[in-house]
């Protein structure tokens, strides 16, 4: 029976414990929520310039250069544009879904940089189930892809919704068994954490397959080119977001390259060692090596011609999946046998295990049970 | 066994991409920067010799636009005189055909370009307009022009 016999003494350990701000003040939370939102816009905005003028640049153009200085003010010009025009809703949607899609597809990409440190210990919520919050709060993207295509009350943004789901839920799995190695590696899910275990060597050395899967996998999850079957723009009207226009749109827009963002800072943290680097100060590193990958993907995006989308599922399926498996076997044994820090000898190892898988796996890597040839 | 299933046609794309990055930008800012047009080309205008044409009206039937307008004059030494030579522009679709049928070699391609104008009627070249003595004649079609001209480079092949 509670109730009346419940002490004061009782009653004092049932009070709310301080939560864990940021510095012990509720304020400091506040603040640093509203930075880190601004971070990710502007940054979202440099990558879209990026994009343009690096895309640009592969193909011997210049890019946009005319609006501010070198162009940069480009994107504000084609934002406002975008806020200016008008948001058609189909007869057929279903309204409050259609509203809410955009913003249940953009939000999950600024929940992510809540556990991403900037520094030592400079982040808004030093989770210690870090990437686990990642993967679970970057699914609920693709609710949102599924919301708009649902609510277009459009059977093609259905399929295009579909299409992407399929590719967003296979890519899920090599994408998820990678970062299971990096964890098993630095034996912790906190970011920070992961980070400070990469002190000695950052986990590109220590685990290339690891990598590439990743940014592969990555590259896919968030709709890049050579993945971007889901939107195709040269070949098919947008996918799911076909019924969208103006501000909606460009939420989606938004979307699109804060996963991009999402996705370089997770490779640059998991991988390139986050804020490590010598000289320069740690967020600046962890910048550079976000730009990096960014480059890369670029790189990779002007180069790739798309795939078909038996290719995409069995890229997944057939060749990721596997070496996915494999590479956290190897990485598990490898921490058991080790079980207090790899020696700097296992590095020669993985790099030829990741050859001999990757060269394995294009040879017994068929599309339509060997029937069409690739 | 082929290689390119193993990830070198991807190497070898990367390189092909990067190859461009690093190579001059083939994009002139047009208004600030303007490419040397040839002058073999085959402009917006005509240019005309006055003292070589005979009036005789070939060009005006062999443009397949009609947008030749001539109007001539008996003369004294059983000759015509050229009084109305119009070219409407808007409607020349630049085939240099006029100037492949002269027989008297009196009319020329111009190689300028920026001719947009704020009204149609601006579009109509007169008599005057054409004068060779004030224009640049292209050299196409006439080969005693083009032993004149200075050899030009391709743009693709263009260092600097
Ligand atoms: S260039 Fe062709 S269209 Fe133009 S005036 Fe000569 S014949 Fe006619
Ligand atoms: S064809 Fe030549 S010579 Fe005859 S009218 Fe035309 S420009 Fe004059």
């Given at each position: 029976m509670v109730g009346p016999n419940i002490t004061v003494d009782a009653l004092r350990h049932l009070a709310p414990v301080a939560p864990d701000w940021p510095g012990n003040e509720w304020w400091h939370w506040l603040v640093f929520t509203v930075i880190l939102i601004v971070f990710i816009l502007v940054m979202v905005i440099i990558f879209i310039y990026l994009e343009r003028r690096i895309i640009a640049w592969f193909a011997a153009r210049i890019g946009p250069?005319?609006?501010g200085p070198f162009g940069f003010f480009q994107n504000i010009a084609a934002a406002l544009k975008l806020l200016l025009k008008e948001g058609v809703n189909p007869t057929n949607a279903d309204i409050l879904i259609f509203w809410l899609a955009p913003i249940v597809n953009f939000a999950p990409v600024i929940a992510v940089?809540?556990?991403?440190?900037?520094?030592?210990?400079?982040?808004?919520a030093d989770l210690n189930v870090g990437i686990l919050f990642v993967i679970a709060i970057g699914s609920i993207s693709t609710i949102g892809v599924f919301m708009a295509g649902w609510s277009s009350g459009n059977k093609y943004s259905m399929l295009g919704a579909m299409r992407m789901i399929a590719a967003v839920v296979s890519y899920e799995i090599p994408v998820v068994l990678a970062l299971a190695g990096v964890v098993v590696l630095a034996g912790s899910l906190s970011l920070n954490d992961i980070v400070i275990a990469?002190?000695?060597?950052p986990f590109i050395v220590l685990q290339p397959l690891g990598f590439l899967l990743l940014f592969v996998g990555g590259c896919a999850e968030i709709n890049r080119?050579?993945?971007?079957?889901?939107?195709?723009d040269s070949e098919l009207?947008?996918?799911?977001?076909?019924?969208y226009s103006g501000i909606k749109w460009a939420m989606f827009f938004l979307g699109e390259f804060g996963e991009m963002v999402v996705m370089s800072t997770l490779i640059a943290t998991l991988?390139?060692?986050?804020?490590?680097?010598?000289?320069?100060?740690p967020w600046l590193w962890l910048l550079i090596k976000i730009f990096i990958v960014d480059f890369i993907m670029i790189w990779t995006r002007a180069t790739l011609p798309r795939v078909r989308i038996d290719q995409l599922m069995a890229l997944a399926w057939k060749f990721m999946f596997p070496l996915a498996l494999v590479n956290l076997i190897i990485t598990a044994i490898q921490v058991l046998a080790w079980p207090d820090a790899l020696p700097l000898y296992v590095i020669p190892i993985n790099w030829a295990i990741t050859v001999v898988l990757v060269l394995l796996g294009s040879k017994l890597f068929k599309l339509g049970w060997g029937r069409v040839e690739v | 066994m082929k290689f390119e299933r193993y990830g070198i046609g991807i190497a070898k794309g990367m390189t092909v991409t990067m190859r461009n990055l690093l190579r001059?930008?083939?994009?002139t800012q047009y208004p600030e920067q303007k490419l040397t047009v040839s002058r073999r080309t085959r402009g917006n205008e005509l240019v005309w010799n006055k003292e070589k044409c005979?009036?005789?009206a070939t060009c005006a039937k062999t443009c397949p636009q009609g947008v030749i307008h001539i109007v001539t004059s008996v003369g004294e030494e059983n000759n015509y005189n050229v009084e109305v030579f119009e070219v409407d522009?808007?409607?020349?679709?630049?085939?240099g055909l006029c100037v492949e049928a002269c027989p008297y070699d009196a009319l020329f391609m111009a190689?300028?370009?920026?001719?947009?104008?704020?009204?149609?009627?601006?579009l109509v070249l007169s008599r005057d307009d054409m004068l060779i003595e004030n224009k640049q004649a292209s050299a196409y079609f006439r080969p005693e022009v083009d032993k004149d001209l200075p050899e030009q480079e391709l743009l693709i092949n263009r260092k600097e």
């Open positions: 250069n005319r609006t940089f809540a556990v991403v440190p900037f520094q030592n210990g400079a982040l808004l990469q002190e000695r060597v080119s050579p993945f971007d079957l889901m939107e195709a009207v947008a996918g799911f977001h076909t019924e991988f390139l060692g986050g804020w490590q680097g010598p000289g320069l100060p | 001059r930008r083939i994009t005979t009036g005789c522009t808007g409607y020349c679709i630049s085939c190689y300028a370009f920026e001719l947009a104008k704020y009204r149609r009627s601006e």
